[in-house]
Nanobody, 124 residues
Framework: QVQLVESGGGLVQAGGSLTLSCAAS????????MGWFRQAPGKEREFVAA????????KYTDSVKGRFTISRDNFKNTVYLQMNSLKPEDTAVYYC?????????????????WGQGTQVTVSS
């Protein structure tokens, strides 16, 4: 079993920054990729970013490229999402997730473990 706990969400003005953290336990964290997703009200959950077990390979959805950075610290069993130049359309609940396999994947159904989510609200 894997436990994922997100933190770092909050209210920020457009153009501002936030860093989300996800603490993982219950599985050998350093051998698996990790991902971030988000879900806005009335919308489906969507992929945001993913990172390989080593941290050398990353993927981003187009709308956050150049603004968001995913990283990880395998000694701390933690994955991060640095979000800069935030826009009102980034407002959503952000979820940390662990995939079923070790690959860097983007589909929601490739992930089997989810955190409880953290709210990010960007005001205009």
């Amino acid at each position: 079993q894997v436990q994922l706990v997100e933190s770092g969400g909050g209210l920020v003005q457009a153009g501002g920054s936030l860093t989300l953290s996800c603490a993982a336990s219950g599985r050998t964290f350093s051998t698996y990729a990790m991902g971030w997703f988000r879900q806005a009200p009335g919308k489906e959950r969507e992929f945001v970013a993913a990172i390989s077990w080593s941290g050398y390979s990353t993927k981003y959805t187009d709308s956050v490229k150049g603004r968001f950075t995913i990283s990880r610290d395998n000694f701390k069993n933690t994955v991060y999402l640095q979000m800069n130049s935030l826009k009102p359309e980034d407002t959503a609940v952000y979820y940390c997730a662990a995939p079923k396999t070790s690959g860097v994947v983007t589909a929601t159904d490739e992930y089997s473990y989810w955190g409880q989510g953290t709210q990010v609200t960007v005001s205009s």
